[in-house]
């Protein structure tokens, strides 16, 4: 039994690309949390984001690190 072109294609899809955006996805949440984590401690925010963008969970403990700073803006 042969396979179409449309559900081949599905099939690549669901194979290939939904888990690499489903990574991606996971990544900008991590980097999201990077940014607003090293907004409260006086950080870069874009370094931050691509820290925890490439380097995931554990650019965040590297964040948490250092305490909160207490500067009223």
Do not use: Q
């Not at 042969?2 to 980097?31: E, H, K, Q, R």
């Amino acid at each position: 039994m042969s396979m179409d072109t449309a559900a081949a294609g599905a099939l690549i899809f669901a194979s290939l690309l939904l888990p690499m955006l489903l990574a991606l996805v996971f990544n900008v949440i991590f980097g999201i949390i990077a940014v607003s984590m090293a907004k409260k401690r006086g950080f870069n925010t874009v370094p931050a984001f691509f820290a925890g963008f490439f380097a995931s969970f554990i650019a965040l403990f590297f964040i948490a690190m250092f305490p909160k700073s207490n500067t009223n803006f």
